[in-house]
């Protein structure tokens, strides 16, 4: 959730006039940061995963399930060096804790990155998960269960929260979130309230409902309030015929997610591995689709990213060009001079009056505020997919993939702060474009003690702005260091990295850490192959609606690059299917740490071969999950790339590079559990496991309680939670439910490691 910075945060009116003073420096740190390290090279390949667990009170006697909001100091103890009996748990065990948003939530990190060059570390990463949920679970009374659900199912309904609390908060001004759920930390009830001010009404979010043969096209769970002004929204127009209506940012950042951090050799290679995985980003997000329900009602999409896109989503109507509700301010909580707004009233206002538009279609107006910053129209929210590559034809030379009309989206920018990065030689257009995009928008939340900054070793102005744009990737420059540091000191801080942000959190250990480690194998094997997967940004936008909806993962295509065109020599992936680890561990044991010449595979192809193909032919087409992912006759696919990388790379370098001799059994079990992780993902993108979405929203559909009327009962709710649990710690009572969900060959495996474990 960003910086958690010790001091008083100013509310919207109050902040707002340092606006200008937070993008000013933070770009002075920004070209400061390029100035220390744009040179900085062969760093090596570290990552890491982000996992966020929601504490849940389950009643067995009660039979309910509710979200635990007084449990939060188990995040104070496992952060405090003087509880040594419980901080160490944690610092034994390489697991850091931090804050989320919800009060109800816990964060958990590896505290020392993974190598991606170890074969072994891709087999820790289930270890460590499991680490991080026993070690929380230990601090928690036995009815608290920490569970990875995307979205609570019942949050927003009556009472869902142990202890009870009321939705009357005036942050949110929610009618159905108590402030009660947001952590305690100042900045973050402070952020609420700011969105909220800044927006100049509350968030409206509107999912479709799912249809049934009961079900009631009306989200009739809104009640009558006359607590805040804001109460009256719903029946202005914030809520929609047909949808489920939320208004509080908690519905959208209350959720969790998985995400997976890596670490590049420098920037080059960081931007080019940025702009490879954008296209697989909405793929990704329908192959871990799990939030079928919010607020009690099953709805007709599997996803959370525009629950979360609308929960943080501070623009004013002028800036979404959209029409006012009666009596609201169409600037919102802009400081707009009055007779500004006088002008823009007597036009009716200002949307499309006499031709004189608040804001044109390209995001240009005359209309300024107070402090001199332009109102433009901002196409999306804050939480979107990107809206550029780092890339063009100039940067990489040998690599020239890149054409100027891949960037195709309308991307607003502040052209002040483009003009000061252009005129720095460390910025090229895409990076100066890119950064200035992100600084349209305002911080969010300032400290009162962090407004002055020392821009040659700070760089907390930057890190406000970057990182309350929550993009589908984010590019992740390194911090600010003394000057006079040490190069072998330079060189262990972090340094380039990407973010991997769309990925839904999963309920067992063993999804969260195969889809972790497909990403990171998927990443390396970009890197190592160099496919060309540019497609116009508008298609990956388009994508990133079609991942949202009902089974896309199975039931929908998505624009991808045409095969043809990937740049990569197809034949030297043939044999590397998932059969490979078969037969390379029952042929290859005898020779598994002797014979390097059958560890790199049955060939030895470079794998950057140009492939000849008519220009006529199209650059992007329409493939399914299925395709992109397990390939096709004449192409690989991600998970043939991913089997050669880890036959050229992971297994030569575990068994014989550096005099390091790895134990047969050793290699068969990692080898055999990253094998699984992909079976996992590739039954996923195939239909032959059901996505997690799937498997909940029929196990809804078929309760006995079900009325067909597209709703999530209290007793529903609680045996939602309790099959969560049941898949969590793979209950051996239900090991017929278990094989449904992780399909039968999967689960065998899962069974297995299971049964040795006890």
Same mark, same amino acid.
């Given at each position: 959730?960003?910086?958690?910075?010790?001091?008083?945060?100013?509310?919207?009116?109050?902040?707002?006039?340092?606006?200008?003073?937070?993008?000013?420096?933070?770009?002075?740190?920004?070209?400061?940061?390029?100035?220390?390290?744009?040179?900085?090279?062969?760093?090596?390949?570290?990552?890491?995963?982000?996992?966020?667990?929601?504490?849940?009170?389950?009643?067995?006697?009660?039979?309910?399930?509710?979200?635990?909001?007084?449990?939060?100091?188990?995040?104070?103890?496992?952060?405090?060096?003087?509880?040594?009996?419980?901080?160490?748990?944690?610092?034994?065990?390489?697991?850091?804790?931090?804050?989320?948003?919800?009060?109800?939530?816990?964060?958990?990190?590896?505290?020392?990155?993974?190598?991606?060059?170890?074969?072994?570390?891709?087999?820790?990463?289930?270890?460590?998960?499991?680490?991080?949920?026993?070690?929380?679970?230990?601090?928690?009374?036995?009815?608290?269960?920490?569970?990875?659900?995307?979205?609570?199912?019942?949050?927003?309904?009556?009472?869902?929260?142990?202890?009870?609390?009321?939705?009357?908060?005036?942050?949110?001004?929610?009618?159905?979130?108590?402030?009660?759920?947001?952590?305690?930390?100042?900045?973050?009830?402070?952020?609420?309230?700011?969105?909220?001010?800044?927006?100049?009404?509350?968030?409206?979010?509107?999912?479709?409902?799912?249809?049934?043969?009961?079900?009631?096209?009306?989200?009739?769970?809104?009640?009558?309030?006359?607590?805040?002004?804001?109460?009256?929204?719903?029946?202005?127009?914030?809520?929609?015929?047909?949808?489920?209506?939320?208004?509080?940012?908690?519905?959208?950042?209350?959720?969790?997610?998985?995400?997976?951090?890596?670490?590049?050799?420098?920037?080059?290679?960081?931007?080019?591995?940025?702009?490879?995985?954008?296209?697989?980003?909405?793929?990704?997000?329908?192959?871990?689709?799990?939030?079928?329900?919010?607020?009690?009602?099953?709805?007709?999409?599997?996803?959370?990213?525009?629950?979360?896109?609308?929960?943080?989503?501070?623009?004013?109507?002028?800036?979404?060009?959209?029409?006012?509700?009666?009596?609201?301010?169409?600037?919102?909580?802009?400081?707009?001079?009055?007779?500004?707004?006088?002008?823009?009233?007597?036009?009716?206002?200002?949307?499309?009056?006499?031709?004189?538009?608040?804001?044109?279609?390209?995001?240009?107006?005359?209309?300024?505020?107070?402090?001199?910053?332009?109102?433009?129209?901002?196409?999306?929210?804050?939480?979107?997919?990107?809206?550029?590559?780092?890339?063009?034809?100039?940067?990489?030379?040998?690599?020239?993939?890149?054409?100027?009309?891949?960037?195709?989206?309308?991307?607003?920018?502040?052209?002040?702060?483009?003009?000061?990065?252009?005129?720095?030689?460390?910025?090229?257009?895409?990076?100066?474009?890119?950064?200035?995009?992100?600084?349209?928008?305002?911080?969010?939340?300032?400290?009162?003690?962090?407004?002055?900054?020392?821009?040659?070793?700070?760089?907390?102005? /930057?890190? %406000?702005?970057?990182?309350? #744009?929550?993009?589908?990737?984010? =590019? $992740?420059?390194?911090? @600010?260091?003394?000057? +006079?540091?040490?190069?072998?000191?330079?060189?262990?801080?972090?340094?380039?990295?990407?973010?991997?942000?769309?990925?839904?959190?999963?309920?067992?250990?063993?999804?969260?850490?195969?889809?972790?480690?497909?990403?990171?194998?998927?990443?390396?094997?970009?890197?190592?192959?160099?496919?060309?997967?540019?497609?116009?940004?508008?298609?990956?936008?388009?994508?990133?609606?079609?991942?949202?909806?009902?089974?896309?993962?199975?039931?929908?295509?998505?624009? /991808?690059? %045409?095969?043809?065109?990937? #740049?990569?020599?197809?034949?030297? =992936? $043939?044999?590397?299917? @998932?059969?490979?680890? +078969?037969?390379?561990?029952?042929?290859?044991?005898?020779?598994?740490?002797?014979?390097?010449?059958?560890?790199?595979?049955?060939?030895?192809?470079?794998?950057?071969?140009?492939?000849?193909?008519?220009?006529?032919?199209?650059?992007?087409?329409?493939?399914?999950?299925?395709?992109?992912?397990?390939?096709?006759?004449?192409?690989?696919?991600?998970?043939?790339?991913?089997?050669?990388?880890?036959?050229?790379?992971?297994?030569?370098?575990?068994?014989?590079?550096?005099?390091?001799?790895?134990?047969?059994?050793?290699?068969?079990?990692?080898?055999?559990?990253?094998?699984?992780?992909?079976?996992?993902?590739?039954?996923?993108?195939?239909?032959?496991?059901?996505?997690?979405?799937?498997?909940?929203?029929?196990?809804?559909?078929?309760?006995?309680?079900?009325?067909?009327?597209?709703?999530?009962?209290?007793?529903?709710?609680?045996?939602?939670?309790?099959?969560?649990?049941?898949?969590?710690?793979?209950?051996?009572?239900?090991?017929?439910?278990?094989?449904?969900?992780?399909?039968?060959?999967?689960?065998?495996?899962?069974?297995?490691?299971?049964?040795?474990?006890?």
């Amino acid at each position: 959730m960003g910086l958690l910075s010790l001091g008083t945060p100013l509310d919207w009116h109050s902040s707002r006039k340092y606006n200008e003073h937070v993008r000013a420096n933070g770009i002075t740190q920004l070209i400061n940061i390029f100035r220390q390290h744009s040179k900085r090279t062969n760093d090596h390949f570290y990552w890491g995963d982000e996992v966020e667990y929601m504490l849940v009170d389950i009643d067995r006697t009660q039979k309910t399930a509710r979200l635990s909001i007084d449990k939060d100091s188990i995040l104070i103890d496992l952060n405090d060096p003087l509880k040594p009996e419980i901080y160490d748990k944690a610092i034994r065990n390489n697991i850091s804790f931090h804050p989320e948003y919800g009060r109800y939530m816990i964060e958990a990190t590896p505290l020392k990155p993974y190598d991606g060059s170890l074969l072994s570390d891709f087999l820790y990463v289930e270890e460590n998960m499991k680490k991080r949920r026993e070690v929380a679970q230990s601090e928690l009374p036995s009815n608290i269960v920490p569970l990875t659900f995307t979205a609570f199912p019942r949050m927003g309904c009556g009472v869902f929260t142990s202890p009870k609390a009321k939705p009357i908060g005036p942050a949110s001004q929610s009618l159905f979130l108590p402030d009660e759920i947001i952590n305690r930390h100042a900045r973050f009830p402070t952020l609420t309230a700011n969105i909220r001010k800044r927006r100049g009404r509350k968030v409206a979010i509107n999912l479709p409902i799912y249809p049934d043969v009961n079900t009631k096209l009306i989200d009739d769970s809104i009640p009558r309030r006359d607590l805040f002004p804001s109460d009256q929204e719903p029946w202005l127009g914030a809520s929609k015929p047909g949808h489920v209506y939320m208004d509080s940012m908690g519905f959208g950042m209350g959720s969790s997610c998985l995400q997976v951090t890596m670490q590049a050799a420098d920037i080059e290679q960081a931007r080019y591995l940025y702009d490879g995985l954008a296209p697989l980003t909405p793929v990704m997000l329908a192959l871990s689709a799990a939030s079928p329900i919010f607020k009690g009602f099953l709805v007709d999409q599997d996803v959370r990213w525009n629950v979360i896109s609308g929960a943080v989503d501070d623009r004013t109507f002028a800036e979404e060009n959209s029409e006012p509700y009666p009596g609201y301010d169409l600037f919102g909580g802009l400081d707009v001079p009055e007779l500004l707004k006088q002008h823009v009233q007597s036009l009716g206002g200002g949307r499309g009056v006499n031709g004189d538009r608040v804001v044109n279609e390209f995001g240009d107006t005359l209309m300024h505020c107070v402090d001199g910053k332009p109102i433009q129209k901002l196409p999306k929210s804050r939480y979107e997919s990107i809206d550029s590559y780092l890339s063009d034809e100039k940067y990489h030379k040998h690599m020239p993939y890149f054409r100027k009309e891949y960037n195709d989206l309308f991307s607003p920018i502040n052209k002040k702060i483009y003009d000061e990065l252009t005129q720095d030689k460390h910025f090229d257009q895409p990076m100066a474009q890119h950064f200035a995009h992100l600084f349209v928008r305002d911080p969010l939340v300032i400290f009162s003690e962090r407004i002055s900054q020392d821009n040659e070793l700070e760089n907390d102005h /930057f890190e %406000n702005i970057q990182l309350t #744009n929550w993009q589908t990737l984010r =590019f $992740k420059p390194p911090a @600010l260091y003394p000057k +006079d540091i040490s190069p072998e000191s330079l060189a262990s801080k972090p340094g380039w990295r990407v973010e991997f942000r769309p990925m839904e959190i999963l309920l067992n250990d063993f999804e969260n850490a195969a889809y972790s480690v497909f990403i990171i194998l998927a990443s390396q094997a970009i890197l190592e192959f160099n496919p060309d997967f540019y497609i116009p940004i508008l298609k990956i936008d388009e994508n990133m609606k079609i991942s949202h909806k009902v089974d896309a993962a199975t039931k929908d295509s998505f624009w /991808f690059k %045409n095969p043809r065109r990937w #740049n990569v020599d197809n034949e030297i =992936f $043939k044999g590397f299917d @998932l059969s490979w680890f +078969d037969r390379f561990l029952n042929d290859g044991n005898d020779l598994l740490c002797n014979n390097a010449v059958y560890l790199n595979g049955y060939d030895d192809g470079n794998g950057n071969v140009p492939q000849d193909f008519d220009d006529e032919e199209p650059n992007e087409v329409r493939l399914t999950a299925d395709k992109i992912i397990n390939g096709g006759d004449n192409f690989p696919g991600l998970i043939r790339m991913i089997v050669k990388y880890v036959s050229r790379k992971l297994v030569p370098e575990a068994c014989v590079s550096d005099n390091r001799h790895c134990k047969i059994g050793d290699a068969v079990q990692q080898l055999t559990s990253i094998q699984q992780y992909l079976k996992l993902v590739s039954g996923r993108a195939s239909g032959k496991i059901p996505t997690t979405a799937h498997f909940l929203r029929d196990y809804v559909l078929k309760h006995p309680d079900y009325k067909r009327d597209s709703k999530v009962s209290e007793s529903i709710n609680f045996d939602l939670a309790e099959l969560a649990a049941s898949i969590t710690y793979l209950n051996a009572e239900q090991d017929d439910l278990l094989s449904q969900f992780f399909g039968k060959e999967v689960f065998h495996f899962i069974k297995s490691q299971r049964d040795l474990a006890t």
